[in-house]
Nanobody, 126 residues
Framework: VQLQAFWGGLVQAGGSLTLSCAAS?????????MAWFRQAPGKERDFVSG????????YYADSVKGRFTISRDNTKNTVYLHMNSLKPEDTAVYYC???????????????????WGQGTEVTVSS
């Protein structure tokens, strides 16, 4: 499975940005879960949001609830992260991740995901 993340950039606080993650590869059709993580300089890589290809309620970190929305387009094999009301503390490299099966509370854990994209940088200026 190959994941490619796109459309990070520089945005002012309060602004919006939408990230894309395109999935491809031989085992793509078996993927169960797609997620976004982020890593700020000097910090751990943390869960941001996740969604299942089959549907169901998405998952969000408390820090982004009400501001970020995750969505998917099965026809394009793409997952999006719509980010609104951005804050300087949202500045990080954002990574998309995927795995065949992620269950329960393990959706929040970095080690639950076997496949990772290259990361796209988001900078929010104050």
């Amino acid at each position: 499975v190959q994941l490619q993340a796109f459309w990070g950039g520089l945005v002012q606080a309060g602004g919006s940005l939408t990230l894309s993650c395109a999935a491809s590869g031989r085992t793509f059709s078996r993927l169960g879960m797609m997620a976004w993580f982020r890593q700020a300089p000097g910090k751990e890589r943390d869960f941001v949001s996740g969604i299942r290809w089959s549907g169901g309620s998405p998952y969000y970190a408390d820090s982004v609830k009400g501001r970020f929305t995750i969505s998917r387009d099965n026809t394009k094999n793409t997952v999006y992260l719509h980010m609104n009301s951005l804050k300087p503390e949202d500045t990080a490299v954002y990574y998309c991740a995927a795995d065949l099966a992620v269950h329960g509370s393990t959706v929040y854990y970095r080690k639950s995901y076997a496949y990772w994209g290259q990361g796209t940088e988001v900078t929010v200026s104050s």
